[in-house]
């Protein structure tokens, strides 16, 4: 018997007709990914049902996109580690990196299978305390628990809203286009988390720039309809996202985010083991054959999946 967890009747609804799930053939699905990740001795940690289950659902069922996914998940945690070791959510050194609450999930929507939102404050990345990889540090960690415990994230997809409010060129110079492309990768490509849409709010006098950065990661069917631009107005985000799915900072009835990010604070602490434990997932084929930096530099990672020397643009699903 799989061990995961029955999910809402209206989260049934979505799954069944928009990712190919079938109750009666889950536990076939699960036995044979398991017994696939079983056969490549190079594969180091295990997953459980329920996270086997949310990249089957990411994939919509097909096994052999689960298994790429999985696959891609386990080479490119290898080749970042520094964005997926040293992060023990007690060490004082991460206690602050979370606390600056960079990225926040936000507990609401206005139907139950809307897509979760998760709202990300670029000036809160303090340049002076922390590197844009410690950023993504902490949001593997986040996306860790979500995959894991958030079944509407998993079934309905996720929608971003980014605030670039107070954003200077130094954030931007933080940005090197070539890790940008790895956290592309890292978020998208090999995590069975799906992007509906990005807001972005407060843009800098060089939005181009941001456009031109997000724009290189999207695919091209995407680019149009999926990437929306706010101002410095909240107008036109209340149009799509009502008061009660915001926090008080974006005209919301939600309450304060750090409310949101002390509980995050709190729930990071609480899975402190899974996230040691998340930590041990790496391909042993590509420790052995390569390099693996220790310091903060960014490994070119394309190479080891087949891309030819490039990585794929983001796919929005």
């Known amino acids: 018997m799989a061990n995961v967890r029955l999910i809402s009747p209206e989260l049934t609804i979505v799954a069944e007709r928009d990712l190919n799930e079938d109750p009666t053939q889950l536990r076939s699905h699960l036995e044979v990914i398991r017994t696939w990740l079983s056969e490549h001795s ?3 940690g295990a997953l459980s049902d329920q996270i086997l289950l949310s990249f089957l659902r990411g994939c919509k069922f097909s096994l052999e996109k689960t298994k790429q996914k999985l696959a891609l998940f386990y080479r490119i945690r290898t080749m970042l580690p520094e964005v997926v070791q040293n992060r023990d959510p007690l060490a004082e050194d991460v206690l602050q990196l979370i606390r600056l609450g960079v990225g926040t999930p936000l507990p609401e929507t206005v ?7 998760f709202i ?13 990889a410690d950023v993504i540090k ?31 060129a130094s954030h931007l110079f933080q940005f090197e286009v070539e ?10 490509d090999a995590s069975p988390l799906r992007m ?6 407060n843009p800098p006098p060089g939005m181009h720039t941001v456009l031109n950065i997000f724009n290189s990661l999207v ?27 915001l926090p008080e900072e974006y005209g919301g009835t939600l309450g ?5 990010v002390d509980l995050w604070v709190f729930k990071l602490k609480e899975n402190r083991n899974y996230l040691l434990e998340m930590t041990e997932l790496q391909d042993n084929s590509i420790v052995s054959n390569s390099k693996i930096p220790t310091n903060n530099s960014h490994p070119r990672v394309h190479n080891h999946f087949g891309l030819d020397g490039s990585f794929r643009k983001l796919e929005l699903d």
């Open 120 to 132: 990300i404050r670029v000036c809160q990345f303090d340049l002076e305390k922390c590197t844009f």
């Open 179 to 188: 890790f940008l492309k790895q956290v592309a990768v890292l978020y998208q």
């Open 138 to 168: 902490v949001g593997t960690m986040i996306n860790d628990i979500l995959i894991r415990d958030d079944d509407q994230m998993v079934v309905c997809g996720i929608t971003l809203i980014i605030d670039l409010a107070n954003v200077t």
């Open 256 to 260: 304060p985010i750090q409310t949101f």
């Open 219 to 245: 695919a091209d069917k995407n680019k149009d309809k999926r990437i929306f631009a706010h101002g410095t107005s909240l107008d036109s985000l209340h149009k799509l996202f009502p008061a009660c799915v």
């Open 42 to 44: 190079t594969i180091q």
């Open 111 to 117: 139907l139950p299978t809307d897509p979760k939102i």
């Open 196 to 201: 509906q849409a990005i807001h972005i709010l």
